[in-house]
């Protein structure tokens, strides 16, 4: 069975950073796109980044363009959020994902990990 | 970027209702819609890609239709288990783009 499990969540001040991860099992990463989906507490999804197979081709959400880098290794099957500059509003629990271009879905998720900023 | 409104935001139903949730993408995304369910606490659940393709071990009861710009996911006899928040998702371009998601509540 196909299973992806984030860590790196925790309490970081405003400004600081954080470093997510995504690891893989039952799963071979490499041959899909991956993406990280974001929810801040009683709100809605927000799809924040996604990296193509090969790494050469990354998207961002406009509200975190120069403050987060996705980035994946292959090699430990594994995906990567570093997040950088980081305000109360990035405060949400952090889901990874594989993102089907065939069919156009996010499929499967992981259970997500929980990133709060506060002073 | 292009923006999915769903509604209505919440609905009240009872166990049999039938129970129909509406998209619109702001600009035309033929069939790059996808459709999850998501109970607290949890992440959410693919149930149906590509407009209306159900995926595997989802019961038959939901259903999803539409193209271009108008998309709906009914469920055509609601079970107890169906009290969740839905949401749509655009697969048109990046970045993918979310509805604000639809409660179904007792």
């Known amino acids: 069975e196909a299973q992806l499990v984030e860590s790196g969540g925790g309490l970081v001040q405003p400004g600081g950073s954080l470093r997510l991860s995504c690891a893989a099992s039952g799963f071979t990463l490499s041959t899909s796109w991956m993406s990280w989906v974001r929810q801040a507490p009683g709100k809605g999804l927000e799809w924040v980044a996604g990296i193509k197979q090969d790494g050469s081709e990354k998207h961002y959400v406009d509200s975190v363009k120069g403050r987060f880098t996705i980035s994946r290794d292959n090699a430990k099957n594994s995906v990567y959020l570093q997040m950088n500059s980081l305000g109360t509003d990035d405060t949400a629990v952090y889901y990874c994902?594989?993102?089907?271009?065939?069919?156009?879905?996010?499929?499967?998720w992981g259970q997500g990990t929980l990133v709060t900023v506060s002073s | 970027d292009i923006q999915m409104t769903q509604s209505p935001s919440s609905v009240s139903a009872s166990v049999g209702d039938r129970v129909a949730i509406t998209c619109r993408a702001s600009?035309?995304?033929?069939?790059?819609l996808a459709w999850f369910q998501q109970k607290p606490g949890k992440a959410p659940k693919l149930l149906i890609s590509v407009a209306s393709t159900l995926q595997s071990g989802v019961p038959s009861r939901f259903s999803g239709s539409g193209s271009g710009t108008d998309f709906t996911l009914t469920i055509s006899s609601l079970q107890p288990e169906d009290f969740a928040t839905y949401y749509c998702?655009?697969?048109?371009?990046?970045?993918?783009?979310f509805g604000g998601g639809t409660k179904v509540e007792i």
């Open positions: 600009q035309g995304i033929s069939t790059w």
């Open positions: 998702q655009q697969a048109k371009s990046f970045p993918l783009t």
């Open positions: 994902a594989s993102y089907n271009t065939t069919w156009g879905c996010l499929d499967p």
